[in-house]
């Protein structure tokens, strides 16, 4: 009996082992993306002003729909959080309501980027008319493209937790998940701020 | 109709893409056959499942190393071909005398050499000896992450085909190795060259980035028990220090390329010369990057020659805290540095000072670890085996490389000197001599433990000669060159009396080649003579650090049983106890969980070579399944949590049983 409680204790200590070692992992991918997202910034900012004769973002952007995308992407994180809450408590229903809400939330925003996406196409605004525009595009297209794989990837917790339920392998992708959501957040605080607040100022 | 469904299949693809001069034909050619060969012989003696098993679906850290090196050395072969090519011209191409190849060709011999040479010969040498021996070095069993491991090298792999596969079909980009803007835009650069160049480098770079990840995980978290940061092998600081300058450099790479991509493939303006785009973003991106990639090469060469001239030297590493504080100070200072590239773009007087005076302060880290290293020699029982040559061979070029390194890091004299012949034979002084001899060294030095043997002593001295004396031979001419006014890149010349130091060059270039062949020669002749260069003992060389503890070739495991640690060198401190008569306890076994093989990597990587080539003809359908394959493996990956297998403990047992009783093991 005792040596059977001890084989589970070494278990958990090395799945506690291996879980700080992907964490740190992870944290180390999620500062190389910080510098991915601060080169997109850098040259943002320098060709915010290289609008060649076409508009600048004071004429363009529509700050009552960015604030409720960024009410949107705050909410988010805040069912992110609480699914992993649930989790940690092994209450499996009320994590999955979490996330699926984390899922909703999360494609509400990517359909309100889209679609201011393509309104600016529409009139005549693509990514093509300008340095300005093309830096725009790709900052805040990159951002997206993230939520994307965010998106993706809860579908994926979504169905995991349904099959097996909160084994070592599901709570520690939970985990991961929800690092990455929440940095996504403050990387869109960021977008709010320097695309967007500084570009209507 | 039929030319719409042809465009939709085919994109941009046609017969035109095929090459046309002669030289190049040559060269595709015979990478065709050669490719046509190989694989034929794969059928004859029907070793596909061999290669599959045993190397293809590796999670081994050590094959994974040694599937690296070859790629490497394939790849040398290439630029070297190119270097022979550049310098044959430029010897030839004078007055009258048009030279080898078309001017056209000639710019993208250049690019090609420079691409491969950095991205697929130091880099790939690089990850292939950190991968061989860092887990060893540390007393581990693998890397952090095996499978991550696995995908980084298969991404380097796609890269490397990528660009060679621009031989065949479309060309190499005549971009240069940076391919700066705007002469890399889709205006002045329609042809498909660029885009392999460009994702080609995007597709192996996330490669590093996630090996550069994966090895600082590695250092931070699997070290044997004992071994604080303080106790660890220079080497592995040296490779600390270097994924840091992986992780924060990498990424602007990465952004950089893609904007690049995004201008060509999506009509933006990130760096055109119209619409308001601004070339400049991209020199100062680049270099961001491209300057600590540099120092990404030169830093796991620093350990490397920290770790053999102790060994050689059978003393302890003198000022092994001065080591690291050196590694750091470089580490840091090689991100205030980068404007140095274009000292001449008209920055201005004060932000040339800053850059210049930064850059002239990285000489002082440097110049520590020098001292230290001759320190480390005096009064040493010094061993001049083939390491050693290459280590006394580096210190000579590498002084000179960085004296005339501090010379331009001069504005006034940068301004004189500027896209010279002068830069390309400092650049060349202390890539070759600093990282090339640093890696051939590490090569020969760690090539038992790999292999179980050791390589000729005799053929690996003859090419450490030939290359030193032909690394003079090529470049004294062109630093002379370069101050008489000689720019690089150059396809032509009137008869300024030049041609005698090209022909020089020409000739030192034509002695590297004998040590190339003589090393090719000397892997050979060991293969061949492998029972009398066997290893029984684990430890030829007489070593201190961990990896020479267990033995040669090393096992799958690395260690039957992880080691504690108590000092630095810590086989030097076991062997010394056990000749005070202190004999280890009998070792106790436990279960040993290893990563089982996996070819969903290879299956990314081939996703990302087909999303990469589609991208580079406009195939717009097979990029599109080339991203659905990667999501799928990933997802596939994630939902496996069998991802492992035991040896137990009695099989560990009776697997290190044979060693014990040679005595091999302390």
């Known amino acids: 009996m005792s040596e059977l409680v001890m084989s589970n204790q070494a278990e958990k200590s090395m799945n506690n082992e291996q879980n700080l070692t992907k964490s740190l992992g992870f944290w180390i991918y999620l500062m190389t993306d910080c510098v991915l997202f601060a080169s997109l910034f850098a040259t943002y900012v320098i060709l915010r002003g290289s609008t060649y004769g076409g508009p600048s973002g004071h004429d363009v952007f529509n700050m009552p729909a960015v604030f409720v995308e960024t009410i949107l992407l705050l909410t988010s994180s805040f069912t992110c959080g609480l699914a992993v809450v649930m989790a940690k408590i092994n209450y499996k229903q009320a994590a999955l309501v979490f996330l699926t809400l984390t899922f909703v939330f999360g494609a509400g925003f990517l359909t309100m980027e889209l679609s201011e996406f393509s309104n600016l196409v529409a009139a005549g605004h693509s990514w093509q008319a300008s340095a300005f525009l093309s830096a725009f595009f790709t900052l805040v297209g990159t951002h997206g493209l993230h939520i994307s794989v965010g998106l993706l990837w809860i579908a994926v917790m979504i169905f995991q937790v349904m099959k097996r339920g909160f084994t070592d392998g599901v709570l520690r992708r939970l985990t991961l998940f929800a690092l990455f959501w929440h940095f996504l957040d403050i990387i869109w605080i960021f977008i709010f701020t320097i695309v967007y607040l500084m570009g209507v100022a | 109709m039929i030319s719409t469904i042809g465009s939709f299949l085919l994109g941009r693809l046609n017969w035109s893409a095929l090459p046309t001069e002669p030289v190049t034909q040559g060269g595709a050619v015979g990478v065709v056959v050669l490719g046509i060969l190989a694989v034929a012989a794969m059928f004859y003696f029907k070793k596909w499942t061999w290669l599959w098993k045993n190397w293809i679906t590796t999670l ?43 001017s056209d060709t000639f710019q993208q011999v250049f690019s090609a050499h420079g691409t491969i040479m950095i991205f697929f010969v130091a880099m ?125 450099a990498f ?177 060349h002084n202390v890539i070759i001599g600093g990282v090339v001899f640093g890696y051939f060294a590490g090569l020969t030095y760690w090539f038992p433990k790999i292999f179980g043997f050791r390589l000729n002593e005799r053929l690996g001295k003859y090419a450490a000669y030939c290359w030193i004396v032909g690394f003079f031979v090529a470049f004294t001419p062109l630093y002379i060159l370069g101050l008489m006014g000689a720019t690089r890149r150059l396809d032509h010349y009137d008869g300024q009396g030049w041609q005698a130091l090209f022909i020089i060059a020409g000739v030192g270039t034509l002695i590297i080649a004998l040590g190339i062949g003589l090393q090719l020669l000397q892997l050979g002749v060991s293969i061949w003579q492998r029972k009398k260069n066997i290893d029984t003992t684990g430890d030829p060389w007489d070593g201190r650090t961990l990896e020479w503890s267990v033995p040669s070739p090393a096992p799958a495991y690395n260690f039957a049983v992880i080691p504690t640690v108590a000092e630095r060198d810590p086989f030097w401190e076991m062997k010394e106890a056990r000749k005070l008569g202190h004999m280890p306890k009998a070792p106790v076994y436990k279960d040993v969980w290893l990563p089982k093989n996996s070819g969903l990597g290879i299956i990314i990587a081939g996703s990302a070579f087909l999303g990469g080539f589609g991208l580079i003809w406009h195939v717009w359908w097979l990029a599109a399944i080339a991203v659905i394959g990667v999501a799928v493996t990933v997802v596939l990956r994630a939902s496996d949590d069998d991802t492992e297998y035991v040896i137990t403990a009695a099989e560990m047992k009776s697997l290190d049983a044979p060693h014990h009783q040679k005595g091999q093991l302390v």
């Open chain 2, 251 to 427: 990424p602007i790479l990465t952004a950089t390329l893609g904007m690049l991509g995004l201008d060509r493939l999506m009509g933006m303006h990130f760096f055109t010369s119209s619409f308001g785009g601004n070339p400049m973003m991209y020199i100062n991106l680049i270099w961001a990057w491209g300057h600590p990639e540099v120092y990404i090469l030169i830093l796991p060469a620093f350990g490397i020659f920290s770790e053999i001239v102790a060994t050689f030297s059978r003393k302890r590493l003198f000022g092994y805290k001065t080591m690291v504080v050196a590694l750091f100070g470089i580490t840091f200072l090689s991100f205030l540095v980068w404007l140095h590239h274009f000292f001449t773009m008209g920055a201005g007087g004060d932000v040339n000072a800053f850059f210049g005076i930064m850059t002239m302060i990285i000489a002082i880290p440097t110049g520590v670890k020098v001292f230290n290293w001759i320190f480390t020699m005096y009064q040493g029982k010094i061993n001049f085996a083939t390491p050693m040559r290459w280590f006394m061979n580096f210190v000579v070029t590498f002084t000179i490389g960085g004296v005339s390194g501090v010379l331009m890091a001069v504005p006034a004299i940068d301004f004189q000197v500027h896209n010279s012949l002068f830069l390309v034979a400092h650049f």
């Open chain 2, 124 to 248: 790939g040498l690089m990850f292939g000896i950190i991968n061989l021996v860092l887990p060893l070095l540390l007393g581990a069993r693998d890397v952090a992450f095996p499978f991550l491991n696995s995908v980084s090298f298969w991404l380097f792999a796609a890269g490397m085909i990528l660009i060679n596969a621009s031989l065949v079909m479309g060309g190499f980009s005549p971009g240069g190795w940076l391919g700066y803007p705007p002469l890399t835009e889709l205006a002045y650069n329609p042809g498909p060259g660029v885009d392999y160049w460009i994702w080609s480098l995007q597709i192996a770079g996330i490669g590093s980035l996630l090996s550069g990840i994966n090895f600082l995980v590695t250092i931070l978290k699997k070290r044997a028990p004992g071994m604080t940061l303080m106790k660890m092998p220079i080497f592995a600081w040296s490779v600390l220090t270097m994924t840091l300058l992986v992780i924060f």
């Open chain 2, 60 to 102: 081994d850290a050590k094959k994974i190393g040694v599937m690296y090196i070859i790629v490497a050395i394939l790849m040398l072969l290439r630029g070297f071909s190119d270097a022979l090519m550049i310098r044959a011209q430029q010897a030839l191409a004078s007055g009258n005398a048009h030279g080898i190849v078309s």
